[in-house]
């Protein structure tokens, strides 16, 4: 069977998909990749679908090797790459031959990035999702991040329409040096702070501490005061900032717990959690206030950029040069 072999894994690399939300009311995480954007575009350049299940990266790469013919992508955060000890570039398709090796060295910008491979990573389905979570063991490659040895199954792909056209212009990634915008909107418990509470929740410099994981991100400054003694629990979503009890947000993300007791006083807007996700620790962040209206215009936005790339390719595919177009040619050639 068609296969990646797992030489080096990296740091908790695991395998992702656009995870399993539909399934929070059962009690489970919604899981899926951190960088979603990052994780439909990478699928996007080797013709998948959104939601093919891909392998998220953290920090550090890893070396795999492949044991087919097929063609990647690698979208996200700043990675080196290599195939067989030659540099290629990342945000567009690259054609893989069997026992082809490659690196992937540390994130210099960013945190996440996502290798999609054509036809997807072939895991069994849990709950409708490759996803893993890891905490409670299910989805991906046995529930768990990735150890050298793992056998990965894939398909062999030989043709990829407009292959030498796939490529796209780098998304977004935050830098040290400036202070990250984020906007949000209002949280379910936001009239629950005193005013000057808000005016302070958006007008200081928060800076994301060390405290990071897949669950959530724990940000530092001066503490708010929540104006809430007790509350029932409530469902959770992806982006909520949460104040805990020490006057300090935690935003919560893909593995975040499907209920949580602490006030939300605002969400990050969808359109801008995947470059939230990528900052490192000590980033530097200040939250703007936007309309609900404002928040799904930038959702569009970055949904119809997609959708125009994926037309692009298709009115692509049969200009020059045209090539990686006929599986029976590149099987005869191989021969010789």
């Keep these: 069977m068609p296969e990646i072999v797992v030489s080096k894994p990296g740091l908790q690399t695991t395998v992702q998909d656009l995870g399993r939300p539909t399934h929070q009311i059962d009690g489970f995480p919604s899981s899926g990749s951190m960088d979603r954007l990052a994780s439909r575009l990478a699928n996007v350049l080797v013709g998948n ?18 044991t087919t013919t097929t063609f ?62 890891v905490r409670i063991g299910i989805g991906g490659h046995h529930g768990r991040a990735l150890m050298s040895g793992d056998h990965l199954p894939i398909k062999t792909v030989y043709t990829l329409p407009a292959f030498a056209h796939r490529l796209a212009e780098p998304l977004t990634l ?64 992806l982006g909520g ?9 935690i935003v919560l993300l893909a593995d975040r717990q499907t209920t949580g007791g602490y006030p939300i006083i605002a969400v990050i807007i969808s359109a801008d959690l995947r470059v939230f996700v990528q900052c490192r620790d000590q980033q530097r962040i200040q939250f703007e206030l936007v309309s609900l209206e404002a928040a799904q215009k930038a959702l569009l936005t970055a949904h119809h950029r997609l ?19 006929r599986s029976a040619a590149q099987r005869i050639q191989k021969l010789f």
């Design 307 to 325: 959708d125009d790339l994926q037309a692009h390719f298709f009115n692509q595919r049969f200009k020059l040069p045209i090539e990686k177009t």
């Design 49 to 66: 679908k959104d939601n093919a299940a891909v392998l998220e990266f953290s920090l550090l790469g890893g070396d795999l090797i492949f």
């Design 72 to 133: 990647i992508a690698f979208t996200g955060g700043d990675f080196p790459l290599k195939v067989n000890g030659q540099s290629i570039s990342a945000n567009r398709a690259f054609q893989i031959h069997q026992n082809d090796h490659l690196w992937i060295g540390p994130c210099r910008q960013g945190r996440y990035g996502y290798l999609a491979i054509a036809g997807g990573i072939v895991e069994p389905t849990v709950m409708d999702s490759r996803a893993t979570t």
């Design 174 to 237: 935050p830098t040290s040096a400036q202070t990250l915008k984020v906007r949000v909107v209002k949280g379910p418990q936001w009239t629950k702070f005193e005013k000057s509470a808000q005016q302070q929740f958006l007008s200081q410099t928060y800076q994301l501490s060390s405290q990071t994981d897949r669950m959530g991100y724990r940000l530092s400054g001066k503490p708010l005061k929540t104006g809430v003694a007790n509350m029932l629990s409530e469902a959770t979503v």
């Design 241 to 249: 900032i949460q104040i805990s009890a020490n006057g300090q947000p």
